[in-house]
């Protein structure tokens, strides 16, 4: 069974190339985010109120600022969507304890590339639905403390919805990842995943986005025990435009997974404020 499901998706996104040949389709350039994430919490005099109850007087002082490109390259046709993904994500968070010297740790850090195939085999309420296949890479700028480099190889293949009003996409699909972090423990997970991006405009300037996934993993080809056995990832925004493709947006994020070699799991609670840039360009 290894490398089915990413021959499978490969088969399916061979076929692209043949149906982008019947006609040139229509090409977009969609900037979905370039936005940069900003919060800082500044404490004076901490030294003298270690024992306060007001823990706003004790904290250390910290700030994060996160980097976010996620573009999308369109060729849509009459019987499908071609798309394009590349993802960049990058993010410090930088503490200062005190009486001791500060310490900078990453807080977001992720290179996505992916290439997927989406047919329009059924419309219902103006939203596009049929099967899809993917490829993508992940990988990361930096390993994380004294982790290896993230790398990560992996294929979707399921039934999607997608370009609606409101529902830009929701899918299900059978996951396979090659997972080769570890040199010396290359691995071959199976996993089902289920994912949306939802969009609901409330009135003129502002707009409520959500994303969202959830992984599963059923198979590993051998024991790595930072493996993940699921993984929920959610995100929420209400963007207010400032201009036609500048907005503010509030934002809250929440991501919660368990370890194979953990005896509890990690999760990751986040509250910001983000400043966003956003544009559709037409290339034919």
Same mark, same amino acid.
């Not at 047919?119 to 490829?135: L, R, S």
């Not at 992996?154 to 899918?171: N, Q």
């Not at 503010?248 to 840039?277: M, Q, T, W």
């Given at each position: 069974?290894?490398?089915?499901?990413?021959?499978?998706?490969?088969?399916?996104?061979?076929?692209?190339?043949?149906?982008?040949?019947?006609?040139?389709?229509?090409?977009?350039?969609?900037?979905?985010?370039?936005?940069?994430?900003?919060?800082?919490?500044?404490?004076?005099?901490?030294?003298?109120?270690?024992?306060?109850?007001?823990?706003?007087?004790?904290?250390?002082?910290?700030?994060?600022?996160?980097?976010?490109?996620?573009?999308?390259?369109?060729?849509?046709?009459?019987?499908?969507?071609?798309?394009?993904?590349?993802?960049?994500?990058?993010?410090?968070?930088?503490?200062?304890?005190?009486?001791?010297?500060?310490?900078?740790?990453?807080?977001?850090?992720?290179?996505?590339?992916?290439?997927?195939?989406?047919?329009? %085999?059924?419309?219902? +309420? #103006?939203? !596009?639905?049929?099967?899809?296949?993917? @490829? /993508?890479?992940?990988?990361?700028?930096?390993?994380?403390?004294?982790?290896?480099?993230?790398?990560?190889?992996?294929?979707?293949?399921?039934?999607?919805?997608?370009?609606?009003?409101?529902?830009?996409?929701?899918?299900?699909?059978?996951?396979?990842?090659?997972?080769?972090?570890?040199?010396?423990?290359?691995?071959?997970?199976?996993?089902?995943?289920?994912?949306?991006?939802?969009?609901?405009?409330?009135?003129?300037?502002?707009?409520?986005?959500?994303?969202?996934?959830?992984?599963?993993?059923?198979?590993?080809?051998?024991?790595?025990? %930072?493996?993940?056995? +699921? #993984?929920? !990832?959610?995100?929420?925004?209400?963007? @207010? /435009?400032?201009?036609?493709?500048?907005?503010?947006?509030?934002?809250?994020?929440?991501?919660?997974?368990?370890?194979?070699?953990?005896?509890?799991?990690?999760?990751?609670?986040?509250?910001?404020?983000?400043?966003?840039?956003?544009?559709?360009?037409?290339?034919?």
């Amino acid at each position: 069974m290894k490398l089915k499901c990413l021959l499978c998706a490969s088969a399916v996104l061979m076929a692209a190339p043949a149906l982008a040949d019947e006609g040139d389709g229509k090409w977009t350039l969609n900037l979905r985010e370039v936005s940069l994430n900003y919060s800082n919490t500044t404490v004076g005099n901490a030294e003298e109120y270690q024992d306060s109850p007001i823990s706003q007087f004790s904290m250390d002082s910290q700030y994060n600022i996160v980097g976010k490109f996620d573009a999308l390259l369109d060729n849509e046709q009459e019987d499908g969507l071609w798309r394009t993904n590349l993802l960049l994500n990058y993010g410090k968070v930088k503490i200062k304890p005190v009486n001791e010297p500060a310490n900078t740790t990453e807080s977001a850090d992720k290179i996505w590339l992916s290439t997927e195939y989406a047919f329009k %085999t059924w419309n219902m +309420y #103006d939203t !596009d639905i049929g099967p899809f296949g993917q @490829v /993508a890479f992940q990988t990361e700028f930096t390993a994380n403390q004294d982790a290896p480099r993230y790398k990560v190889l992996s294929a979707r293949e399921g039934i999607k919805a997608f370009e609606g009003e409101y529902v830009k996409e929701l899918y299900v699909a059978a996951v396979e990842e090659y997972d080769f972090t570890y040199s010396n423990k290359r691995n071959t997970k199976f996993a089902w995943e289920v994912g949306t991006r939802l969009e609901y405009p409330f009135r003129e300037g502002v707009k409520f986005t959500a994303t969202g996934r959830y992984t599963d993993y059923v198979y590993y080809s051998r024991y790595v025990a %930072t493996d993940l056995k +699921y #993984d929920l !990832d959610l995100t929420a925004k209400m963007e @207010v /435009a400032m201009t036609d493709t500048i907005s503010l947006a509030p934002y809250v994020s929440y991501r919660r997974g368990e370890a194979r070699g953990a005896r509890k799991a990690g999760d990751n609670f986040v509250i910001g404020l983000s400043l966003k840039y956003a544009d559709i360009f037409n290339l034919n």
